[in-house]
């Protein structure tokens, strides 16, 4: 589709490749089927494709994409500067879990922490602190060694990503949010425990940022959809089967999907809004610190109202 020979025409084009005239036919099928306006030209001794400059911005992304599917070079998303510190946050995870497990073995102060913090379908709209106390409850050893493991693996990642205070804070209001959400979708006699929604919301914490960055890069469609997809992977690997499950007293057997799909998603929600706003923006550890306190005191909060019933 050639430019108008008009002199004006000629004045404004703007030139948008260069080579030898193979090369520059070849970019000019590639304007073509996008129906952009193009005139081959000679230029010092080369071969260039000039188009009007309205069109300059269209037809550049144009061969920047063929250039991309054609070579196979990638652009890399942006370099993400790791946060110090990521190995206390999970440190505390640890111990958070550890010492409720310690507790609700031996019945602290004369309570049922399993049935006064689990999730339960019945009370949990008024009783809005289970959302939280379940995240902290397991039913069995295997089943607490297991969120260890992957929440310490998930949650390092996502300490280093957006620093432990953070990280952290907003993997549990992800997973609360979630376990909260499960109690209004829930049939009555529905109850839960475990870390397991927590877990899964680090990983879509991690999925939707890596997700919402690479969106903005010009690569093949699976490039930018692959950490979609491996964060799919992983929660349907993980978080639909072995023994992850939440389900308490007959069904211990039974694997909380749901729990883990709405941990994952809100985690996702988290993770895209972070990356599309640029957060954290800055290393202070202020921040931090604020964000976690509140995340140990929001844990605090809740078992205290759960005990006192």
């Given at each position: 589709m050639p430019l108008d020979d008009g002199p004006?025409?000629?004045?404004?084009?703007?030139?948008?490749?260069?080579?030898?005239?193979?090369?520059?036919?070849?970019?000019?099928?590639?304007?073509?089927?996008?129906?952009?306006?193009?005139?081959?030209?000679?230029?010092?001794?080369?071969?260039?494709?000039?188009?009007?400059?309205?069109?300059?911005?269209?037809a550049l992304d144009e061969l920047a994409r063929y250039a991309v599917e054609r070579h196979g070079v990638h652009p890399r998303p942006p370099a993400i500067v790791t946060f110090p510190g990521a190995g206390l946050g999970t440190a505390l995870f640890i111990l958070v879990l550890l010492i409720t497990a310690y507790c609700t073995g031996i019945q602290a102060f004369g309570a049922d922490w399993?049935?006064?913090?689990?999730?339960?379908?019945?009370?949990?709209?008024?009783?809005?602190?289970?959302?939280?106390?379940?995240?902290?409850?397991?039913?069995?050893?295997?089943?607490?060694?297991?969120?260890?493991?992957?929440?310490?693996?998930?949650?390092?990642?996502?300490?280093?990503?957006?620093?432990?205070?953070?990280?952290?804070?907003?993997?549990l209001a992800a997973g609360a949010c979630a376990?909260?959400?499960?109690?209004?979708?829930?049939?009555?006699?529905?109850?839960?425990?475990?870390?397991?929604?927590?877990?899964?919301?680090?990983?879509?914490?991690?999925?939707?940022?890596?997700?919402?960055?690479?969106?903005?890069?010009?690569?093949?469609?699976?490039?930018?959809?692959?950490?979609l997809?491996?964060?799919?992977?992983l929660l349907a690997m993980l978080g639909t089967g072995g023994d992850s499950g939440n389900g308490t007293g007959a069904a211990a057997e039974h694997i909380d999907v749901l729990g883990h799909g709405l941990g994952f998603a809100m985690g996702i929600g988290v993770g895209w809004t972070y990356a599309r706003l640029g957060l954290p923006r800055k290393r202070r550890r202020g921040p931090q610190v604020i964000a976690g306190v509140a995340a140990l005191a929001a844990v605090g909060v809740a078992w205290f109202l759960a005990l006192r019933r």
């Amino acid at each position: 589709m050639p430019l108008d020979d008009g002199p004006q025409e000629r004045l404004g084009a703007v030139v948008v490749f260069e080579g030898s005239r193979a090369a520059c036919a070849e970019a000019a099928l590639v304007l073509e089927a996008k129906s952009l306006p193009y005139e081959l030209a000679p230029l010092a001794g080369r071969w260039a494709l000039l188009t009007a400059a309205p069109q300059s911005a269209a037809a550049l992304d144009e061969l920047a994409r063929y250039a991309v599917e054609r070579h196979g070079v990638h652009p890399r998303p942006p370099a993400i500067v790791t946060f110090p510190g990521a190995g206390l946050g999970t440190a505390l995870f640890i111990l958070v879990l550890l010492i409720t497990a310690y507790c609700t073995g031996i019945q602290a102060f004369g309570a049922d922490w399993l049935a006064s913090g689990s999730l339960d379908a019945r009370v949990g709209t008024q009783e809005w602190w289970r959302a939280i106390t379940a995240l902290t409850l397991h039913l069995d050893q295997a089943h607490l060694l297991g969120n260890l493991l992957f929440g310490a693996i998930f949650g390092t990642l996502a300490g280093g990503a957006f620093g432990p205070g953070i990280a952290w804070a907003s993997i549990l209001a992800a997973g609360a949010c979630a376990n909260y959400l499960e109690t209004l979708i829930s049939p009555p006699e529905h109850r839960a425990v475990g870390a397991s929604t927590a877990v899964f919301a680090a990983l879509g914490l991690l999925t939707g940022f890596s997700w919402r960055l690479r969106l903005t890069l010009a690569e093949q469609f699976r490039y930018r959809w692959g950490p979609l997809f491996a964060g799919v992977f992983l929660l349907a690997m993980l978080g639909t089967g072995g023994d992850s499950g939440n389900g308490t007293g007959a069904a211990a057997e039974h694997i909380d999907v749901l729990g883990h799909g709405l941990g994952f998603a809100m985690g996702i929600g988290v993770g895209w809004t972070y990356a599309r706003l640029g957060l954290p923006r800055k290393r202070r550890r202020g921040p931090q610190v604020i964000a976690g306190v509140a995340a140990l005191a929001a844990v605090g909060v809740a078992w205290f109202l759960a005990l006192r019933r």
